[in-house]
């Protein structure tokens, strides 16, 4: 794992420096597009692809690594010990069934904080390698980068070691923990991170031929962003659509003649639904918060399940 670990950061390191660097030669970040087209940036964007190459799949890599420590270090801990009866051995040596556990998993998940608190670093890599050039929200690097890393890549191992503990089978330990681990990771991402504090709401004009600056701070992290009615009622694209069939008569009958005037005169406005970049690192140490209270529970309960069952 330590190995693995230590490959990944080297790379990281390597085409994290290369890729920082040629974004800012190439100026892709900073492109400002023509009056009337962004061919330019887009050329921009080829370009920089091209020369980066596969680069980008070490972001992939760095984010599965929590995930593959969960099936393959986590499920056959305990699982495989089990399963081929080599945890007899350890409990003949007058050694307790807590302390055997208690062992095995501190020794693993001591040498998995220190692979993971070495990648954890590499963030600022993840952020220089991923995605097209431009612009991006400060959250874009929340899974790869900073103290979530090192709890994902705990929990991992801890919820692993708890199923193939609880089925005493390696296989069913790196399946079953596979997809705890992935489930636990949806959860936080979707339904808990969003509100780990209350969204910001802006309101701005909505006008499908403008394109001037957000309303939302640089590097917010968009949450939602559609068309509302005076009283804050969805608008789906279908009554979006019904509205502006009323644009032409009244834009001849003297009324406005610019499309987001009439919808504003209508009480329609775009609705963004945002967090801000400032409570990045406070949204990093909640969820590593609470991915490492969780690699205790599973780890703790692993122990005491160890001590309560039959060898």
């Given amino acids: 794992m330590s ?8 790379g990281l390191a390597v085409m994290g420096s290369y890729a920082a660097t040629l ?23 080829v370009e920089w692809t091209r020369r980066i190459g596969p680069a980008p799949f070490l972001i992939a890599a760095l984010f599965l690594a929590p995930a593959l420590a969960a099936s393959f270090v986590g499920g056959p801990l305990f699982g495989a010990a089990f399963e081929r009866g080599t945890h007899r051995l350890a409990l003949t040596q007058a050694v307790s069934r807590s302390r055997w556990g208690a062992t095995q998993i501190g020794v693993v998940l001591a040498i998995t904080l220190m692979s993971a608190l070495v990648i954890a670093q590499f963030g600022w890599a993840a952020a220089a390698l991923g995605g097209v050039p431009g612009p991006k929200d400060a959250f874009n690097t929340f899974d790869v980068g900073g103290p979530p890393v090192v709890a994902y890549a705990l929990f991992g191992i801890a919820v692993g070691g708890l199923v193939g503990a609880l089925s005493r089978r390696a ?26 504090q209350p969204p910001l ?4 004009r909505t006008d499908w031929f403008a394109n001037g600056p957000p309303i939302y701070p640089p590097g917010a992290w968009v949450l939602h962003a559609r068309d509302v009615d005076g009283q804050g009622r969805p608008i ?6 019904r509205l502006m069939q009323g644009f032409g008569p009244s834009a001849m009958a003297g009324g406005p003649t610019n ?12 609705q963004v639904i945002y967090q801000p970049a400032e409570r990045y690192a406070e949204f990093q140490w909640i969820e590593f918060g609470l ?21």
């Fill in 236 to 241: 789906d694209f279908k009554e979006l659509d």
């Fill in 291 to 311: 991915f490492t209270g969780l690699a205790a529970g599973c780890a703790l309960l692993t122990i005491v399940l160890i001590r309560r069952r039959d060898a």
């Fill in 23 to 45: 974004r800012t030669a190439l100026g892709v970040d900073t492109c400002v597009p023509l009056p009337n087209t962004n061919s330019n940036c887009v050329d921009l964007s």
């Fill in 3 to 10: 190995v693995t670990a230590a490959l990944l950061a080297i």
């Fill in 259 to 270: 499309p987001g005037d009439y919808l504003t005169n209508l009480g329609v406005r775009k």
């Fill in 171 to 196: 296989l069913t330990g790196m399946f079953v923990g596979l997809l705890l681990f992935a489930g636990a990771r949806a959860v936080a991402a979707f339904e808990l991170r969003p509100n780990y």
């Fill in 201 to 204: 709401v802006a309101y701005e």
